[in-house]
């Protein structure tokens, strides 16, 4: 079987990842504003489907407020 070309590889994976991102709606529920609050740049305060609040950290992101 023939090798692919670099370019071909390049646009083929581009390709998956974009109609692998377009299912992603069937899997996560998007009804209503699940993020309640940013309390900086690393932690988000989210809602779940039953109205609980709880924390989600950013492993290994080092981020902070900017305010300008």
């Known amino acids: 079987m023939e090798k692919l ?7 083929l994976c ?4 974009i109609w692998g991102l377009m299912g ?3 899997f996560i529920s998007t009804s209503g504003e ?3 609050r940013v309390s900086d740049g690393d932690t ?3 809602k779940d ?10 492993a290994c992101v080092d981020a902070v407020r900017f305010v300008g």
């Open 34 to 36: 699940p993020v309640e």
């Open 5 to 11: 070309t670099k370019p071909v590889r390049f646009w």
């Open 44 to 46: 988000l305060v989210v």
């Open 24 to 26: 992603c709606d069937r």
């Open 14 to 17: 581009v390709t998956i990842i």
């Open 49 to 58: 489907t039953n109205g609980k609040n709880f924390t989600v950290r950013f």
